[in-house]
T-cell receptor
Framework: NAGVTQTPKFRVLKTGQSMTLLCAQD?????MYWYRQDPGMGLRLIHY???????AKGEVPDGYNVSRLKKQNFLLGLESAAPSQTSVYFC??????????FGPGTRLTVL | GENVEQHPSTLSVQEGDSAVIKCTYS??????FPWYKQELGKRPQLIID?????GEKKDQRIAVTLNKTAKHFSLHITETQPEDSAVYFC????????????FGKGTLLTVNP
């Protein structure tokens, strides 16, 4: 079992470019989350999903969109990247209340 | 929503000493409090968690205590080893939506040999 995987691992964008980060899980978990991690700021929730076809805003949703068309995939989109979106992005999954399982992370730099 | 404060932001101890990291939370309806360890360049991984119906939980050298009245919980690591060096995050759920976690800003623990 791969668990939780993220694609890509690294990416460099120019300001204004767009991209999509993919999170895939084979754990059959209903809940999926996107976090960003910045130095000294901990893990902040961007968007989350409680099931296929549903999404909701987290703590820092501005500038991001998400989709959950399939249960096993959760996509995070940046329509027009800004330097403030330079960060490490983590996807996580859970069955519900309880342990969240994190992916390996995507390091994004916006120039 | 939930607000989780974590202290200290950095902690340096000698190998064999104990380390304590403290967190406070704001939402009195919160029920679930996990602790994650993140080694440099790696993903966060759960090391221990506690639910509101329990005051203390131990797993070998690590323990977590919870004081619901005061709305704080702590991570205790005894007999620290160099491999305990990492960033530790505490978390708290939003009581009404207990699948959603709010994390503290993290504590960088350094264990000196």
């Amino acid at each position: 079992n791969a668990g939780v995987t993220q694609t890509p691992k690294f990416r460099v964008l120019k300001t204004g470019q767009s991209m999509t980060l993919l999170c895939a899980q084979d754990m059959n978990h209903e809940y999926m989350y996107w976090y960003r991690q910045d130095p000294g700021m901990g893990l902040r929730l961007i968007h989350y999903s409680v099931g296929e076809g549903t999404t909701a805003k987290g703590e820092v949703p501005d500038g991001y969109n998400v989709s959950r068309l399939k249960k096993q995939n959760f996509l995070l989109g940046l329509e027009s990247a800004a330097p403030s979106q330079t960060s490490v992005y983590f996807c996580a999954t859970s069955r519900g209340a309880g342990e969240q399982f994190f992916g390996p992370g995507t390091r994004l730099t916006v120039l | 929503g939930e607000n989780v404060e974590q202290h200290p932001s950095t902690l340096s101890v000698q190998e064999g000493d104990s380390a304590v990291i403290k967190c406070t939370y704001s939402d009195s309806a919160s029920n679930y409090f996990p602790w994650y360890k993140q080694e440099l360049g790696k993903r966060p991984q759960l090391i221990i968690d506690i639910r509101s119906n329990v005051g203390e939980k131990k797993d070998q050298r690590i323990a977590v205590t919870l004081n619901k009245t005061a709305k704080h919980f702590s991570l205790h690591i005894t007999e620290t080893q160099p491999e305990d060096s990492a960033v530790y995050f505490c978390g708290g759920d939003s009581g009404g939506s207990n699948y959603k976690l709010t994390f503290g800003k993290g504590t960088l623990l350094t264990v000196n040999p």
